[in-house]
């Protein structure tokens, strides 16, 4: 693979860390946990959607856009890094955000709502959830067409060929760093969301041959859905990249169990993670995707899932801002 053919912007000073899990390891037994520090990528706040946008910016800024539109929940982090990431590059930014729960949007919400309101969003578009996103982008940007602005539009959570390339990027990373720390990882667990992040680590991960198996844990969709979607943008990837071959059907590893009662739901076993992770490793997770991905990486742990193996890898993607809209949950009661 050669990723310099793609245009990139840079938003994070060197790479993230690979962090051994020392308490919470000697708490879970074995295999050890190691976590790729992914929430610290650059940008206001961090998270994985950092890594997409270096794609994308370039892109939107190559095709000469002034404004970019792009969509989430309300307590969006792909909204509120992409925003930031138009503020680094002086470009206007409009946010689409979709009301999944009934009645939930509040403009004076906390959390990344209030990271919107911030850094400055040029407009919010809130629509009822189910709604047809992209309709209403390309609404918000012919609107702006007929001004004579040049807007870009980027799809929920970055998550196309071209955003799905940073995280390419990073599987390559990932295997560099772990070759000089000489640590052999036997599996990554990630969050699965829109897709990019988990298509596009296990995309770099067999275009290097390097058989470690990438684990999505699902916080929206049901199994075959998703992994569909995965596949999917693997297939694109593959043909951005020229690969010989992409990923197949089978190398795609979803588990829907850990969503609960839906996106963005709170669940029992997402708060103890949170407070687990938060008082062993003080690293904090967020209440949506990375609380949930290691509610699901204990779960496996717990029922021997991992037993033949030494190390596991998880990806921290970020998203941490969005506990403070969630606090009412996390005091003890
Ligand atoms: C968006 C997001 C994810 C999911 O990544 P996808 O590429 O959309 O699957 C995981 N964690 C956090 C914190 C996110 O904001």
Request: hydrophobic share 40%; with cysteine; net charge neutral.
């Amino acid at each position: 693979m050669n990723l310099c053919q793609f245009p990139r912007r840079r938003y994070t000073v060197g790479i993230t860390p690979v962090e051994k899990l020392e308490r919470l390891s000697a708490l879970v037994g074995s295999p050890t946990l190691y976590c790729k520090r992914d929430d610290l990528l650059g940008l206001a706040g961090g998270g994985n959607k950092t890594r997409k946008l270096e794609f994308l910016m370039a892109d939107a800024l190559a095709k000469g856009a002034d404004t970019i539109i792009t969509c989430g929940a309300i307590q969006s982090n792909h909204c509120r890094l992409t925003l930031a990431a138009a503020n680094k590059e002086g470009l206007f930014c409009q946010l689409v955000l979709e009301q999944r729960v009934p009645n939930s949007y509040d403009s004076l919400a906390s959390g990344n709502n209030f990271l919107f309101n911030l850094l400055g969003v040029e407009a919010v578009h809130v629509v009822d959830g189910g709604s047809n996103l992209k309709e209403k982008m390309d609404t918000v940007a012919n609107a702006l067409r007929a001004q004579g602005r040049k807007p870009y539009i980027i799809p929920g959570g970055g998550s196309n060929a071209i955003g799905a390339l940073g995280y390419v990027a990073c599987a390559q990373e990932l295997l560099q760093q772990l070759f000089e720390m000489e640590l052999n990882i036997d599996a990554i667990v990630c969050t699965s969301g829109s897709a990019g992040t988990h298509a596009g680590l296990l995309t770099g991960i067999v275009a290097s041959n390097a058989h470690i198996p990438v684990i999505g844990i699902c916080i929206n969709r049901k199994k075959e859905e998703q992994s569909q979607a995965v596949y999917d943008l693997c297939n694109q990837l593959a043909l951005k990249l020229n690969l010989k071959e992409g990923p197949a059907y089978d190398d795609i590893i979803v588990f829907e169990e850990y969503i609960g009662e839906g996106y963005s739901r709170v669940t029992e076993d997402m708060l103890e993670a949170v407070k687990l992770v938060a008082r062993t490793e003080a690293i904090l997770l967020d209440p949506v995707y990375t609380g949930k991905t290691m509610a699901g990486l204990l779960d496996l742990q717990r029922k021997g899932y991992f037993n033949q193996m030494q190390n596991i890898l998880f990806l921290h993607t970020g998203g941490s801002p969005a506990l403070f809209a969630y606090t009412g949950y996390f005091f003890d009661k």
